[in-house]
């Protein structure tokens, strides 16, 4: 459980090269909130881990509805859920780097375990 802790709280080579946060930070940890049942700190560390669920969700309904209508007239599966990823990726890094330049605090630190 150790190794597993020390694993999650470390931080990405891009972190400890600029001392910035990239887009993929808080995503190990908010994995590991969300499958210890903590949804809202998981939400906090990395939101595209709830959201890309939601996401992959929303796709399993499409097609499944798709493949049970069998319909002859095909209806494109809607892009938005992935143009609201990469919004939602950019508004995170963008947020947190903020927090940490402009305000010093450290959004992702792992005090909590
Ligand atoms: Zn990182």
């Known amino acids: 459980m150790n190794l ?10 891009f972190y400890r090269v600029t001392g910035l946060y990239c887009p993929g930070c808080g995503g190990k940890r908010s994995v590991y909130l969300l ?17 890309g669920i939601g996401v992959l969700l929303y796709y399993s309904i499409c097609l499944g509805r798709r493949l049970l209508s069998r319909s002859s007239t095909e209806k494109s599966i809607a892009t938005w859920p992935l143009w609201g990823a990469v919004i939602l990726l950019a508004g995170n890094v963008l947020l947190k780097n903020i927090l940490l330049v402009a305000f010093h605090i450290t959004p992702l630190s792992s005090h909590i375990y």
């Open 4 to 13: 597993i802790r020390r694993l999650i709280s470390s931080h990405c080579l």
């Open 35 to 51: 499958f210890h049942g903590h949804p809202l700190l998981s939400l906090w560390y990395h939101p595209l881990v709830l959201y």
